[in-house]
């Protein structure tokens, strides 16, 4: 399996803050990365996939980026509802697998 | 729009069979794969598996000897069965669309506790 590492685990940022992700893959995976975002309670909900393309809707402050083992998720001005855990998930092989999460708080 | 509604029994005791079905409304069924991804209370990810309209499956090795996915075409509906479930299995699962075969799950189903408790 492919391990994904995600970091940090959590962070807490101020309201208008740039907040990063990143998460590294065990092995190449090209640009096969997603980026999801989950609310408490709630399903996980997809923002970003093939590393950098927006899904529909999705607000343009949300962005990621990069290729091979190596990526980043951006929020470029945090706002309150941006309060949530976010995924990184590999699609370069079965099975998928997910990085731990990154817990994001408002300081 | 596609939407998913799911539903199957939330509590189970050890060593029985976990059964989840998820129906599929407002687009096409034959047209995309479906899978199951599960959640223990407080922790990540994992992906079950997937599935088309056809029965062609994947599985996550580490379930695949327990793990059962099918579709009722029909019904516009797939099911999970996992055998012999252990308190490790508790959590909450969700069915999703796959927007292609094993890429992103671009719409979700609402999520279903399971607790598995003698």
């Known amino acids: 399996d492919i391990q994904m590492t995600q970091s940090p685990s959590s962070l807490s940022a101020s309201v208008g803050d740039r907040v990063t992700i990143t998460c590294q893959a065990s092995q190449d995976i090209t640009k096969n990365l997603n980026w999801y975002q989950q609310k408490p309670g709630k399903a996980p909900n997809l923002l970003i996939y093939?590393?950098?393309n927006f899904e529909t809707g999705v607000p343009s402050r949300f962005s990621g980026s990069g290729s091979g083992t190596d990526f980043t998720f951006t929020i470029s001005s945090l706002q309150p509802e941006d309060i949530a855990t976010y995924y990184c998930q590999q699609y370069e092989n079965v099975p998928l697998t997910f990085g731990g999460g990154t817990k994001v708080e408002i300081k | 729009q596609v939407q998913l509604q799911q539903w199957g029994a939330g509590l189970l005791k050890p060593s029985a069979t976990l059964s989840l079905t998820c129906e599929v409304y407002g687009g096409s069924f034959s047209g995309y794969y479906w899978s199951w991804i599960r959640q223990p209370p407080g922790k990540g990810l994992e992906w079950i598996g997937e599935i088309n309209h056809s029965g062609s499956t994947n599985y996550n090795p580490s379930l695949k000897s327990r793990v059962t996915i099918s579709v009722d075409t029909s019904r516009n509906q797939f099911s999970l069965r996992l055998s012999s479930v252990t308190a490790a299995d508790t959590a909450v699962y969700y069915c999703?669309?796959?927007?292609?075969?094993?890429?992103?799950?671009?719409?979700w189903g609402q999520g279903t506790l399971v607790t598995v408790s003698s």
């Open positions: 093939d590393a950098s």
């Open positions: 999703a669309k796959l927007y292609q075969r094993s890429n992103w799950n671009d719409v």
